[in-house]
């Protein structure tokens, strides 16, 4: 597990893995393409570049998940040694979203055989989604379009309360008392079907479609 | 690996992971609904309850794949630090069955992009198959529909035999000798394809198109 | 990391693993079919068979990776213990492809439900893909076919060159000094999106298409 106080509302960071970006040789189209999209979806967006080290791209990760609720990386996603953004997101996710890299390859998949080259990571670090899009303009915009529409209930979900807040304040509360369970048994927001069924604003259609 | 003694015929528990049921505050619903439809399709079906928590959920499915020739889960899918049921899956599984969670999670997809936020696994502990759904009624039904299709051959696949009977057969019988081989040279449900080539009774389409 | 030397232009080897077909109980027909494909591809084919054992599978995988450019396996994918062949690829890839994986899948889904019980892996072993394909001729032939129109892309991208050499060239050309930068300010081949931006020769769509 990770994570300290939980990020801010609706700020995300966009990554570029890039040595060239990373070295001033190259512009960084791809991480402004990424930016001017999520602006216009409401984010408060920030931009970084690193080069194609993972451990440089791990640690950015990490510092980014504490402030940021969504992290779009673009870059190093290929078939080369080189390429290590998947390798970086896997070391520092708490768990792996695979639908959503599967979800962006079958739209990409629909276009070009070659969409599946992108060995693209989705994952959760504490409540920071993050989203692996391969390097080129053109597939990172397709593969955050891919996904926009679940986003913002993706990021809702995420940001709680689920019962870890619960349990903290209620332990918080009752240091050598035991402690106690909720009115009803059990702590708000404890996993995603409850949080459904504790009344947050969710599209309808979830109600009955998702976990 | 694990399993003791082989799971009996056409057996199932339907495993639902769930803070609130469990407590007795909310219905279990999708697991009702789920017995029904395995009950229909022919299984002996067993139904247990547990909390949201990895190692109850993990102690549970040891526990049922040495009664149970399939587990299917229903909660603790989705994206919150307080759903582990996947977690818990692939830590009891001797290996994952991939493409059956793509299969569900493809399925999904045709009806709403919110189905990728299943985090479900499909896996294999000794003879049993266990297969995640979503804690929503209809996500769990739809999940389990989707792979309707291939349970059956995936079980019989399952309960052998398979080299593992045969060679611990052999080996039982001759403690102190050369392991003899069978009269072909290897033995009977030999990985999948060889089942196939000794003639279980599998669907037509199986003989051509699966390993 | 693995690889000594690069493999050579266009090898690929057909590993066949099969109990059955390495006691010579059973024609390799699976084997000759994805050795007349890729042959007609132009690639230089050798075939090999092993037991359906990881360990000799994995020391076959380790072996070919450093002389053939491509390795594609059939057998061994199905769901039963014995069924190994997916597990001895993970373990020796240095990353797998879950794409290619996916889309192999997501064709043979088309066909028939029973292609998603298929635990086919693609990963990448130095500079070699290795694909899994399962044990039936036909299911082994619509594996390869499902990503032949990426196979050459792919293998050009491997083949580099990418970072690993312009740096272990500028470090062995350096001893004692710092290393010096391209002119550019990075090497030739950076990830695969700079390997398109210096001018490889990429499908068209690449270029703007894929990381």
Excluded: C, W
Excluded at 142 to 162: C, F, K, M, Q, Y
Aim: proline share 7%.
């Amino acid at each position: 597990m990770s994570s300290a106080a939980a990020p801010g509302p609706r700020t995300a960071l966009v990554l570029t893995a890039s040595d060239r970006s990373a070295a001033g040789t190259r512009d960084d189209t791809s991480g402004a393409i990424l930016a001017d999209r999520l602006t216009a979806l409401g984010f408060d967006v920030e931009r970084a570049v690193v080069a194609d080290e993972q451990a440089e791209i791990e640690e950015a990760l990490r510092a980014a998940s504490d402030v940021h609720r969504l992290i779009v990386t673009t870059g190093g996603t290929g078939l080369t040694p080189r390429d290590v953004t998947p390798q970086a997101t896997s070391a520092i996710v708490d768990y792996e979203v695979p639908g959503l890299a599967e979800a962006i390859r079958a739209d990409g998949r629909m276009r070009t055989p070659f969409a599946d080259l992108s060995r693209a990571v989705v994952g959760v670090r504490g409540r920071t989604l993050i989203v692996n899009t391969p390097g080129s303009p053109k597939a990172a915009a397709e593969s955050l379009e891919a996904i926009v529409a679940v986003l913002d209930h993706a990021l809702e979900t995420l940001a709680g309360p689920h019962d870890h807040d619960g349990r903290e304040a209620r332990e918080a509360a009752t240091i050598g008392a035991a402690a106690p369970r909720d009115p009803d048994g059990d702590a708000p927001g404890d996993s995603t079907e409850d949080q459904h069924a504790f009344g947050r604003p969710v599209p309808p259609i979830l109600e009955e479609d998702v976990d």
